[in-house]
Structures are given as C-alpha cells and as structure tokens.
C-alpha cells in the first residue's frame, strides 16, 4: 500500500460514494487507474463493505447501550449464534478485563432493552450503560496521512 492507496482510503471513508473522476482528480490518477487500486484494495481485504450511516434515532431506536458481560467461554458456541442473531445488536466483542464480552446495542425503548439484558444474563452477569451523547461518533481509522496531504476542506 503506497501513499495514493491511503489518500484513496482516506477518501472512501469520508464518502464512499465519491465519484470515481472526483478521487482521480485528488490523487492525480486518471479514473480507470483508481477504479483499479480499488479493486485491489478490496481483494486485499483493506476495503471490507460499503455502508450507509443511518440516524438510530430517526428510525425510533432512542435507547443505544453498552453492555459488558461476563460470559464462561465454555458458553461461546451457544453465545455466539444467539448474539449474532439479534438485529438489534449493533456490534459484539471479546475483550480483556473483568468481562469479557463488550455489545454495542440499540433499541426504540428501556423495556425492550431490559427483556435483552433478561436474556443475556441466562450467559453471565452484565452490566449496562446508557448512552446520554455522542460527542465523538464513529469514524473511520487514521491511516497517517498528514493534515496537509487530504485536508476536509478537499473532501466532497
């Protein structure tokens, strides 16, 4: 991966729907030459999907928590499909510490948070927090670009 790799990622993270002739221009290739690096980046697996970023809120899902839950990893085959099941699971993981599984869920009201939470805890104790606000929401990875080599003014 070379500097033009990372400027293109840098890119496609801000706006995945930038138009091919738009990244070219940025990164002085012509649009074939792009397209192609793409291709290649995600045969490479650095480019994993193309997302939507949608307002849970608008959609009437007012309640996002944080879970943690201690969960004996002799569970984790019956765990695992049961989580990976529930849409309203937004992300699960394994992580170090005094729990040792972290799910980011969203739900459209407390009760139907707590019947989740009545149903995780048949795997292990939990502990919940509720999100108040997000001052820092999810964005994509720093790739080490300079702020001088893609700067936000540049970005569609």
Known sequence: MDTIDRKILHLLQRNARMPLKYLANKVFLSSPAVSARIDRLEKNGFITGYHASVNPESLGYHITAFINMALDP??????????????????????TGAYSMLMKVCFPNTMELDAFIGQLQKFGNTETQIVFSTPVPTRGIDIGLSDTAVSEKNVI
Not at 74 to 95: A, G
Request: proline content about 14%; aromatic content about 14%; charged content about 20%.
């Open 74 to 95: 002799k569970q984790k085959p019956t765990f695992y499909p049961f989580v990976e099941s529930c849409p309203n699971v937004l992300e699960c993981n394994c992580v």
